[in-house]
């Protein structure tokens, strides 16, 4: 509202109306005359196309934005809008506001709006809340057509229009006044009313925090070859409805999409394929809504092992921002039984001619007990026979060392080892490995010593006694023999002086056997006893 008061009577009086921001003219009064002591009252503005420009989230008004009006064949705006050509594009201030008004003598025809968003907003006009379809024609009225019922923004909770069912004409705008309807053309003629509340929203691109993206899948432990199903969630958060919406999909290395596996919202729809990335057509997810897209992937052959994330988010394919977090699901590769794991079978057998080596006639030694590191048990079968089933999952790199070990506890009387124990194979993934152990009756050479024949107190052999062991040396190289050693001491005897003279004893032998050029590897035990007790 506005007063002039004191103004002396006359004609030629005209009411101009400026915008503070921008000064842009919205409209004057022309001709007005004054007569002595009167009051002319009601001399309002008249207003065509005119409103604000909001934010479709927030609903508060935008500044910044530049609505430009375009007329149709003979529009000139320096004679036909109020303002001229100055006020064909108008930047909204802080209320948002834009106004328009044609002068008598504009042509008649269709008068668009185009609106250029400021940064941070996406260069369109709004998909979540469209412009109508239709052009309004603007019909004859003594008071404003009221495009929206509010002055200022519609709120949140406002139902969203149809675009393909606003009013044509302004008789039917009354329908629809408490909607969030707009319109970007009207058809104005010279006795057209004013139109006003034409509020445009415009859309802020979309932040991380438009859409939340979850990602799962029910399995945590696949193997190679397998398939794995994922579940991608998209819920929209914000209270407007968000459009152009695609889903992207990472897969890890050496993952492979399974063709025709995808839904979208339970219909079928396949993704395009860009490497390892998998990106579906856009969508829109109204308000508080929520969106699953299901697949399947296949695990590749030549993956290793070790733990796969996929990830997936979305994307506003208009503005080419992300519109969501990053979802993760991770899945472990673990090694095939079937196929990554390694068997070890073996045999005791005898070993008769004691070449670490079975050939024919030398048969199995049956219940003979075997044990791995980690304390697994195997037994021996009938003809010596053991398995031992998926015994490791060696390094799919470099194999692995399997050690196994035979109690010889569990031999029979008389036999012993002809190879290595603890025993050593090297695994490869996949594939069986063989470990054998031999056993024979070996020939035992015995030495027995007592006191007497060391030096008293002493390790020294006495050089009587050294004659004595030299010549066990021609019976040990007629044939591969084991020696031993043993001890009798008496009750009185030192036993820390006993055990180092046995110690002393066998050093000497083995040295001995070593120099005389022995041609195989002595072995030799020891053993402390009671002197006068069975040996």
């Known amino acids: 509202s506005y007063r002039f008061d004191g103004l002396p009577p006359g004609g030629g009086y005209s009411v101009l109306f400026r915008s503070p ?33 909001y934010d479709v989230l927030t609903r508060q008004p935008v500044p910044g934005a530049t609505v430009r009006i375009v007329g149709p064949a003979g529009f000139n705006p320096t004679t036909h809008l109020v303002g001229g050509p100055g006020n064909v594009a108008q930047v909204t201030g802080a209320t948002g506001e834009y106004r328009y008004l044609l002068l008598p003598g504009s042509p008649t025809g269709t008068y668009r709006l185009e609106v250029t968003v400021p940064t941070g907003y996406v260069q369109r006009i709004s998909t979540a809340i469209p412009p109508c379809t239709t052009s309004l024609t603007v019909g004859a009225a003594s008071i404003p057509s009221l495009v929206q019922r509010l002055d200022t923004a519609p709120p949140t909770q406002q139902r969203i229009h149809d675009p393909a069912s606003c009013p044509s004409t302004t008789a039917g705008l009354a329908i629809g006044a408490d909607s969030t309807q707009y319109y970007l053309a009207f058809v104005l003629g010279a006795t057209s009313t004013h139109v006003i509340n034409n509020h445009i929203p415009i859309e802020a691109i979309p932040t991380t925090t438009a859409l939340v993206v979850t990602k799962s899948t029910p399995k945590l432990d696949v193997t190679r070859g397998e398939l794995v199903p994922y579940t991608i969630t998209i819920r929209n958060n914000q209270d407007v409805r968000q459009t152009d919406i695609a889903l992207v999909d990472m897969i ?10 995808a839904t979208v919202g339970g219909t079928p729809r396949e993704p ?11 969508v829109t997810i109204e308000r508080g809504a929520t969106l699953q897209v299901r697949l399947m992937l296949t695990v590749g052959t030549g993956v290793s092992e070790g733990e796969y994330v996929n990830q997936a988010w979305a994307i506003n394919v208009f503005s080419n921002v992300v519109a969501s977090n990053i979802a993760t699901a991770t899945v472990r590769i673990t090694p095939d039984p079937n196929f990554d794991c390694s068997d070890i079978i073996g045999k005791v057998f005898d070993d008769k001619n004691r070449n670490g080596f079975q050939e024919d006639g030398e048969a199995g030694i049956a219940n003979a007990r075997l044990a791995t590191v980690n304390g697994l048990l195997v037994t021996t079968d009938a003809f010596g026979r053991f398995h031992i089933t998926c015994a490791d999952v060696p390094n799919e790199q470099r194999g692995s060392n399997f050690v196994l070990k035979l109690d010889e506890r569990t031999l029979p009387t008389g036999f012993r080892l002809t190879t290595p124990n603890p025993g050593v ?43 004595n062991v030299s010549q066990v040396f021609p019976a040990l190289s007629q044939e591969k023999s084991v020696l031993r050693i043993g001890y009798g001491r008496t009750g009185a005897e030192d036993a820390r002086l006993a055990a180092e003279r046995v110690r002393s004893l066998q050093k000497y032998v083995s040295d001995a056997w070593r120099a005389s050029a022995g041609n195989y590897n002595l072995v030799i035990e020891t053993e402390v006893y009671p002197a006068g007790s069975s040996k």
């Open 252 to 261: 890890p290395p050496g993952f492979r999409y399974r063709t025709g596996s």
């Open 272 to 282: 395009a394929i860009n490497g390892r990335e998998l990106k579906w057509p856009p």
């Open 425 to 467: 194979v090297v695994l490869t993934r996949g594939k069986m490995a063989k470990l054998n152990f031999g056993v024979a009756v070996h020939r035992v050479v015995r030495i027995d010593v007592m006191d007497a024949a060391f030096e008293p107190g002493s390790v020294v052999l006495k050089s009587t006694f050294e004659a």
């Open 21 to 53: 921001a921008g000064n842009y003219v919205y409209g004057y009064l022309t001709n007005v005359t004054l007569t002595a002591n009167t009051e002319l009252t009601e001399q309002n503005q008249p207003i065509d196309p005119s409103g604000v420009v």
